[in-house]
């Protein structure tokens, strides 16, 4: 009997000390996670099995509690690479990635199975399997030309010579192999559950605002804020939904280290790289925006991030209050419409998904002292407002402003690709010419063109239809034409949670 109470004593003593397993987190499939990439990918330079690696910018809450963090590292490989060519096996290049490890700042790594479903401000387009697909070699206003040229090259050289030189100055072919330097930005998408111990700290170096801070700005919140906007005709535009404290020279430090530049002023060369941007479907990170004012002022300074197409970016625009106190209107562009008889951009009516990618990056690069989102005092509550002197496009917003407090900046972890080296050397511009001279005689003849029109018509018959889906929710294909709808996913943000909400005074 004394024996079996003794081994029953060691037993629950042994027990006691046993650290019972801390409950852990379960990602759902389906979340994502926002990355941006470390280095340079792409059909030319990248092969099966290359590491690829890119930081966590936004973090990934579950149920109001913080698994992973800003700061975080997104592990994986190239899986597949289907270069273009001469374009006689493939009618575009491709591009796989798979991501299956996230590391935690703390050093816990979580295995994941994730698919790509878009990347972000790409004129590249992401199937329903995470393949990244190039853009089409003849389906491009230079190829157009170059086909015709070529034809009268047989019939007429005497006329085609001229006209395909002066198509070779003012109309060169895109590049359609795909290239993604160091700080592309992805979106990936959960595939399975993946589990994780969690990861309970609040965002370092973030705090709240303060109640005198709170107190500063109330009364440009309680202010009517809608229309926030307005064009030079007239008709509403942005709305208001980011409120900046700090100096110019703060917020051009942590924009630029975050990857955002400043748009350029129009000129007749601005014009020039606008429509060289368009043809030759390349990138104009430093854009001219269109001249919005508020209040009769125009914008006093603006800032936009993209990456290699014309008709996406995400941009905002600013207008200084008081000293050091901005008004900000940030929209994320997502492809071109027409509207009042010319060319425009069609924005994302989603405006507090914008809202959330300025904060992110902002934080990221430690450049805020302190945040919060506040109620503004106007009117507007969440739902939907007219936005862009379109009554049937409606800006869908919680009807919160972020407060963004920021500090000096002078030291701020620059996100990857800043400044935009990507290591591939420049080509020079005789190089240039002559690629796009042979993209021009290689896929712009009436031979190629055909061949690929033949196995287009031959997919088109044998392949079924699948829906191509930008987010969860998503209600159909992303597209640069108008009516673009961008389904009902929303960005994570560093203020999601509910202590960096305060509808009055401070905390």
């Given at each position: ?110 295995p994941v199975q994730t698919r790509l479903v878009e990347v972000e ?280 402003v972020a407060v963004l407090h920021l500090n000096d900046c002078r ?97």
């Amino acid at each position: 009997m004394l024996k079996s109470v003794i081994v029953l004593a060691c037993s629950a003593a042994v027990f006691a000390v046993v650290p019972v397993p801390l409950r852990g987190e379960e990602l759902p499939a389906g979340t994502t996670v926002e990355v941006r990439l470390a280095g340079a990918t792409g059909s030319r330079i990248s092969h099966p099995g290359d590491r690829v690696q890119g930081a966590v910018i936004a973090p990934v809450f579950v149920q109001e509690r913080l698994c992973i963090p800003q700061g975080a590292v997104a592990l994986g490989e190239i899986e597949s690479v289907q270069r273009l060519g001469l374009g006689l096996k493939h009618r575009r290049a491709g591009l796989t990635y798979r991501f299956d490890t996230i590391r935690l700042p703390d050093g816990e790594t979580i295995p994941v199975q994730t698919r790509l479903v878009e990347v972000e401000t790409a004129k590249e387009r992401v199937d329903a399997q995470g393949k990244v697909g190039g853009i089409y070699p003849s389906a491009n206003l230079s190829s157009s030309i170059s086909a015709y040229a070529l034809s009268f090259l047989y019939l007429a050289p005497a006329t085609a010579v001229p006209a395909l030189a002066i198509k070779f100055l003012i109309a060169r072919s895109p590049d359609p192999e795909i290239y993604f330097p160091a700080g592309t930005e992805m979106i990936l998408q959960l595939t399975a559950p993946a589990h994780t111990n969690g990861f309970s700290k609040d965002p370092p170096g973030l705090a709240s605002l303060s109640a005198d801070d709170i107190t500063s700005v109330r009364p440009l919140l309680n202010s009517s804020l809608e229309p926030a906007a307005t064009r030079e005709s007239g008709h509403p535009s942005d709305l208001i939904n980011i409120l900046f404290v700090g100096s110019r020279a703060q917020l051009d430090r942590a924009f630029y280290a975050a990857g955002w530049t400043g748009p350029q002023k129009r000129s007749a060369l601005c014009v020039y790289r606008m429509y060289h941007s368009l043809v030759q479907r390349i990138g104009y990170s430093m854009a001219p925006m269109g001249k919005l004012t508020l209040n009769g002022k125009y914008a006093d300074a603006a800032y936009e991030k993209s990456l290699d197409t014309f008709s996406k970016r995400h941009h905002l625009r600013l207008w200084e209050q008081q000293s050091n106190v901005w008004l900000s209107a940030a929209t994320e562009d997502v492809g071109y419409k027409f509207l009042r008889m010319h060319l425009t951009h069609a924005t994302d009516p989603r405006i507090d998904n914008e809202r959330a990618k300025v904060v992110n990056d902002l934080t990221f690069t430690g450049c805020l002292q302190s945040a919060s989102l506040l109620q503004r005092g106007s009117t507007l509550q969440r739902g939907s407002t007219a936005t862009a002197g379109e009554p049937a496009r409606r800006a869908v917003t919680d009807g919160m402003v972020a407060v963004l407090h920021l500090n000096d900046c002078r030291h701020p972890e620059t996100a990857a690709g800043v400044p935009a080296d990507s290591g591939r050397r420049r080509q020079s511009r005789f190089v240039r010419a002559l690629i796009a001279l042979g993209n021009d005689v290689v896929r712009s003849n009436v031979v190629f063109l055909g061949f690929n029109t033949m196995k287009v018509f031959h997919r088109t018959e044998h392949r079924p239809i699948e829906a191509d889906k930008r987010h969860p929710g998503a209600e159909q294909p992303p597209s640069d034409s108008l009516g673009t709808v961008q389904g009902t996913w929303m960005r994570p943000s560093v203020l999601s949670l509910p202590a960096a909400i305060s509808l009055g005074g401070g905390r």
